[in-house]
């Protein structure tokens, strides 16, 4: 133990006090009398809250509602007013004020602790010059962080993060965002519909979304060029130079004109530079665990390996677990979350004993049956694995698809454009994964997740009646696309 004050003991320590420690720091305690800490350095409530989900969907769906107006006879669509936009994202973000998390937190007769939090051995926690002891578990939440590659020039000029984006106080006239994946299209699709009058998406490989089925990406990226975002694809980042480069502030320009220099395979000479008025940077994230002190208790940094209880491997005792991004799994809020509550309920199984064996207490949603939403234009909702993902893992595939073109469908929007795909395993009859585009396609991704997860045999299905006249009768189609 490290000198200073005394050690104060807590049954559970979360280091880490976004969405995913806060679950695993309230199932452990529920209805017992067990105490939990959170230690956060930030805001309690994490990056999700503040800077990612919350602000980013808070953005998004002003410019989906004006789209869905703009598509319906006898409605009259001016704009959208920017200040009141950004004054409702702030409204969500609570201003960066986290005192109503905390106020949870103390509801729930959990601790916050400000502060880095880092392990000094086992069952141990240090925070500013304090140690504080585990009886029960430690579990590690600290998420990701951005990364921005070192390209020369780009550290530099002070780019934007994801951080900035969501959090933008001024929208840039133009605009150059690296990277093709789900928060880099987001992220041109809210700048597009607020007014940002060139934005320019530098995608290293030949398609955005790159995890996606080919015709979500196509749509996609069709969908960005229809509302002005240049894409350019087989394209990267060579040198960045910028005037007057200035911390000026979370969400505001940080200082004079970008001047980007690319490369890439057959780029003319009038293609290879671009002058914007701010870059982002959306090329991806670093797992937070560099000041984690795993060394003190024998583990690399990096992702923390767990099994399914959310329970680290290599370390004895099955004391320490590690929840969201932070264990690489699945890097998403709602998975976080999930593993959490199996988390929580595994540490309080084991404070009392019980024995491990209902499903509840093992997380297996994040192999092959992760849902996603990507709230672009069309949006991207998925469930479990691709075709090319499927096969690779050697199910017997078949395939069926089918535009989304129903009653509820044509109610929604005039110019309503969708697309849907099963992946079955042709073996089991039952669905492995699920694919739909088209606009708000992400309040349907349910009914396929129960699917996937409960292996419901697609004879089933057919027992399953679609209410009409909604855009859920596509499965009607899906079925009869099959049947035929």
């Avoid at 209805?31 to 989900?53: D, F, K, M, P, Q």
């Avoid at 505001?252 to 002058?275: C, K």
């Avoid at 990507?374 to 089918?402: C, D, I």
């Amino acid at each position: 133990m490290t000198s200073g004050p005394a050690a104060t003991e807590y049954d559970v320590i979360v280091i880490g006090g976004g969405p995913a420690g806060e679950n695993a720091a309230a199932y452990a305690i529920a209805g017992s009398e067990r105490t939990a800490a959170i230690v956060e350095h930030e805001l309690v409530g994490g990056e999700c809250s503040y800077w990612a989900c919350m602000p980013s969907k808070a953005l998004l769906r002003p410019v989906h509602v004006l789209s869905g107006a703009k598509a319906m006879a006898g409605i009259t669509a001016s704009g959208l007013d920017l200040d009141a936009v950004l004054a409702r994202r702030d409204s969500f973000t609570h201003n960066h004020d986290d005192s109503s998390q905390v106020q949870w937190a103390t509801d729930n007769r959990i601790d916050v602790i400000r502060g880095s939090g880092r392990l000094a051995g086992a069952r141990l926690v240090e925070v500013g010059g304090r140690t504080l002891r585990a009886r029960q578990a430690v579990v590690l939440a600290t998420g990701t962080k951005a990364s921005v590659p070192d390209i020369p020039g780009l550290r530099d000029a002070l780019p934007w993060t994801s951080r900035d984006a969501t959090n933008l106080r001024e929208v840039p006239r133009r605009v150059v965002i690296v990277g093709g994946g789900v928060v880099a299209c987001e992220a041109a699709t809210w700048l597009a519909g607020l007014g940002a009058e060139e934005v320019t998406l530098l995608v290293r490989g030949g398609s955005v979304l790159a995890n996606a089925e080919p015709f979500a990406r196509e749509r996609v990226a069709a969908g960005l060029a229809d509302v002005g975002v240049r894409v350019r694809f087989g394209t990267q980042l060579a040198q960045v130079d910028r005037t007057d480069a200035k911390d000026t502030g979370e969400g505001r320009i940080h200082g004079g004109t970008v001047t980007v220099r690319l490369r890439g395979d057959n780029l003319e000479p009038d293609d290879a530079r671009i002058e914007a008025d701010e870059i982002i940077v959306a090329a991806g994230r670093a797992t937070a665990t560099g000041e984690l002190g795993l060394s003190t208790i024998g583990l690399p940094d990096g992702s923390i390996d767990v099994d399914d209880r959310l329970t680290a491997r290599g370390v004895e005792g099955d004391w320490l677990y590690a929840v969201g991004d932070v264990n690489g799994r699945a890097a998403l809020t709602h998975m976080g979350k999930y593993q959490a509550r199996v988390c929580g309920d595994v540490i309080a199984a084991r404070a009392e004993g019980r024995e491990l064996s209902e499903a509840r207490f093992a997380a297996t949603a994040d192999h092959e049956q992760v849902p996603q939403v990507v709230f672009t234009a069309p949006e991207v909702a998925s469930v479990g694995l691709t075709e090319a993902a499927a096969r690779k893992a050697g199910y017997s595939v078949q395939t069926v698809e089918t535009d989304i073109a129903v009653a509820g469908s044509s109610l929604a929007r005039d110019d309503y454009a969708g697309h849907a795909k099963l992946v079955i395993d042709a073996d089991a009859d039952t669905v492995l994964g699920a694919t739909f585009v088209g606009p708000e396609v992400g309040e349907l991704i349910h009914a396929a997740t129960i699917a996937v997860v409960g292996k419901v045999p697609l004879a089933a299905l057919w027992h399953a009646v679609p209410s009409y006249p909604t855009v859920s009768e596509l499965w009607l189609r899906l079925l009869e696309a099959r049947r035929t």
